[in-house]
């Protein structure tokens, strides 16, 4: 069994971001930029968005946070995307999620322009992905995809089963598996008999926030385990959607949590940022 270290690969990321910052801000004299909008009083959101800073911070990017209260209108967040929208030395639009219920998510993400939708969440984009086009690709499932491409884990007729259907990993993580020629399932909250999917992949991919929901007889032996969940259990500590002691003998490579993928999603965005800038360079 191999751990898939999330944690060094988001730092080599990181590390090749910055020396590509360095390189645009000496030959276009181009800083790229983030904006991200905050609404509300979460702790997880303010505690994710803080670490987002600190990450634009270390790789020489500028950044900016808008906190909103969670009673501010659907128009006034209209108009903020907007004025960034129209910001040039903004290159990524970031609405951390979720946003309080008397506002329209889908209404805002479509706000953003296309080409700075580093979360990679507007249709224009999502269309672009599932026809295989170069696009902007959501965060955590980009960063899978790039710790497949380090530990040379090969994707192509491979049966993979992604368990969780959600339009921020499960839905783009099976378009771009399905773009890597693998055979792909999904299944979700309301699939019959998980087990019957699970059981028979090469590859799981998990990521629907459920404690040690994947069994050690729920996976095959020398399967890939992708484990994308991040719970808080009673306890305080953090486990994920795998039941990683029981799990982890079986496998050949498996994510731990945390420690996995958790850091290559704002690795991910970074790169993304970055690959926007370049492309107003």
């Given amino acids: 069994m191999q751990l898939i270290d999330g944690k060094s690969l988001a730092k080599k990321v990181q590390t090749t971001v910055t020396t590509e910052v360095e390189k645009l801000k000496q030959?276009?004299?181009?800083?790229?930029?983030?904006?991200?909008i905050l609404i509300g009083?979460?702790?997880?959101?303010?505690?994710?968005?803080?670490?987002?800073?600190?990450?634009?911070?270390?790789?020489?990017?500028?950044?900016?946070t808008h906190n909103m209260p969670d009673t501010i209108s659907q128009d006034e967040i209209i108009e903020t995307i907007?004025?960034?929208?129209?910001?040039?030395?903004?290159?990524?639009?970031?609405?951390?999620?979720?946003?309080?219920k008397h506002v329209d998510t889908d209404k805002i993400l479509e706000v953003i322009d296309?080409?700075?939708?580093?979360?990679?969440?507007?249709?224009?984009?999502?269309?672009?992905?599932?026809?295989?086009?170069?696009?902007?690709?959501?965060?955590?499932?980009l960063g899978v995809m790039k710790m497949f491409e380090e530990y040379d884990i090969e994707l192509r007729g491979k049966d993979v089963c992604v368990v969780g259907a959600s339009n921020i990993v499960g839905?783009?993580?099976?378009?771009?598996?399905?773009?890597?020629?693998?055979?792909?399932?999904i299944t979700h909250i309301y699939t019959k008999n998980l087990k019957s999917h699970t059981s028979k992949a090469d590859i799981i991919v998990v990521g629907v926030g459920v404690p040690g929901l994947i069994k050690e007889d729920m996976v095959k032996e020398g399967?890939?385990?992708?484990?994308?969940?991040?719970?808080?259990?009673?306890?305080?500590s953090l486990v994920g959607d795998v039941d990683f002691k029981n799990v982890s003998p079986k496998c050949a490579y498996i994510t731990?949590?945390?420690?996995?993928?958790?850091?290559?999603?704002?690795?991910?965005?970074?790169?993304?940022?970055?690959?926007?800038?370049?492309a107003r360079a």
Wanted: proline share 8%.
């Fill in 256 to 278: 731990p949590v945390p420690g996995g993928v958790g850091p290559m999603t704002i690795a991910m965005l970074l790169s993304n940022t970055l690959k926007s800038a370049k």
């Fill in 171 to 185: 839905k783009p993580m099976a378009s771009l598996l399905l773009n890597a020629d693998a055979t792909v399932t």
């Fill in 82 to 100: 907007k004025m960034m929208n129209n910001n040039p030395r903004i290159d990524g639009i970031l609405v951390q999620l979720p946003l309080p």
């Fill in 27 to 36: 030959e276009k004299n181009i800083v790229p930029g983030l904006a991200v």
């Fill in 114 to 141: 296309p080409k700075k939708d580093v979360d990679g969440f507007h249709a224009y984009n999502v269309g672009r992905l599932v026809t295989g086009l170069d696009s902007f690709v959501a965060c955590t499932p």
């Fill in 41 to 64: 009083d979460d702790p997880a959101s303010h505690a994710y968005v803080k670490m987002k800073a600190k990450a634009c911070e270390n790789v020489g990017f500028y950044s900016i």
């Fill in 223 to 236: 399967a890939i385990v992708i484990d994308i969940g991040i719970n808080r259990v009673d306890d305080g």
